[in-house]
């Protein structure tokens, strides 16, 4: 029997890819013979991190979906029309069985092309507040699973965030001296990890780098990933001052999690799951637009006391200074934020997922046999 011939809709945005990529990872460790087509647009990320994956790709015409009812919503009928054609034509093509789809400016035609098909559809929503897509979605299928509970997604079921295996079987101890030494950090004293997501957070880049001084004379270190578009200027320290050290990005996120101690960031999805399947604890600066969503995506672990919140508009240097240098020299307060924050993990999604999946294409076949 032919492996499952499968389309994954998960595009733009690497909050949309990662995951879609994670869970194509886990479907073919369980069915080595899966053909993963993804469907992709010129428009993003998708051209450069899913062929890196090792995935083919498949780019159709992106279909933004507003929130509101304005002008771009009464424009959208005949862009959405275009996109299905094409969605529809990779489908045909590839002769797919089941259509996943992860949100996103793809993941709307997609779905309505693979409705009028008659193939079933799986959905996974990251984030806490669903886009429109994936609302459009639930209501075609009953196969909808979330990163968290509490999502408001017609049945959804919540089974985390499909994350890579060199995040979900991080041992951080095991890996910190060596990390450590990567980052030409100290082996001992606490370790600060700042970063703003793949392009990097102006707020919070301002804010630590601007406490700099403060950071050092606490006898705290600091791994600061900018992003490409934000550069930071520290000043250089004493000779025996801890280490400051900037670095635009890293490929491989592990090592920087299992060379820190506490985190400042953005509370994208990915993020939160990341830092909840390694068990760091964090201070979330929420991204302040599409209604607070990062919020949300924070709330769990904030809720278990597993990381601090603090608003894009009070992060400065004097709130690095007041309110998280305590915190970063209180060895027995990040080890008690640790605990929660782990608990919050759900390293095995991308396998969960995968076998919903299986399990839909091996019901396709059964009926129509």
Request: net charge positive; with cysteine; proline share 9%.
């Amino acid at each position: 029997m032919t492996g499952p011939r499968v389309v994954v809709a998960g595009g733009h945005s690497a909050g949309h890819i990662e995951p879609a990529m994670n869970f194509a990872d886990a479907l073919r460790r369980l069915a080595p013979a899966a053909e993963i087509t993804a469907l992709g647009t010129v428009r993003g990320l998708d051209t450069t991190l899913i062929p890196a994956r090792g995935y083919p790709l498949e780019l159709i015409p992106p279909v933004p979906l507003p929130r509101a009812l304005n002008r771009a919503l009464l424009r959208a009928p005949g862009r959405l029309r275009e996109a299905v054609r094409a969605a529809g034509a990779v489908l045909d093509r590839v002769r797919a069985e089941v259509v996943v789809g992860f949100g996103g400016y793809v993941a709307g035609p997609a779905y309505v092309a693979a409705r009028q098909r008659g193939l079933p559809i799986v959905v996974h929503e990251a984030n806490a507040r669903p886009g429109v897509a994936n609302r459009l979605a639930a209501r075609m299928t009953t196969r909808v699973f979330t990163a968290t509970p509490g999502v408001r997604l017609a049945h959804a079921t919540a089974i985390g965030i499909p994350l890579r295996p060199a995040i979900t079987s991080l041992d951080r101890p095991a890996l910190r001296d060596a990390a450590r030494q990567r980052f030409r950090l100290r082996p001992d004293g606490p370790v600060l990890l700042v970063t703003g997501g793949s392009q990097g957070a102006r707020t919070i880049n301002a804010a630590v780098s601007g406490a700099a001084a403060a950071l050092r004379q606490a006898g705290v270190q600091v791994l600061h990933i900018t992003g490409p578009l934000h550069a930071v200027q520290v000043p250089d320290g004493g000779p025996g001052d801890p280490p400051y050290v900037v670095i635009p990005y890293v490929e491989e996120m592990q090592h920087a999690y299992a060379a820190a101690d506490f985190v400042v960031c953005r509370a994208g999805a990915m993020t939160c799951a990341e830092l909840a399947a390694v068990g760091l604890p964090a201070a979330y600066v929420p991204l302040p637009l599409r209604g607070d969503e990062q919020r949300l995506n924070a709330g769990p672990a904030v809720a278990a006391g597993g990381a601090l919140l603090v608003d894009d508009a009070g992060l400065d240097p004097a709130w690095i200074e007041t309110a998280l240098i305590p915190v970063l020299t209180d060895p027995q307060r990040i080890a008690a934020m640790a605990a929660p924050a782990s608990a919050a993990g759900a390293p095995d999604a991308g396998v969960v997922l995968a076998r919903h999946v299986l399990t839909a294409v091996a019901e396709r076949r059964r009926l129509a046999s």
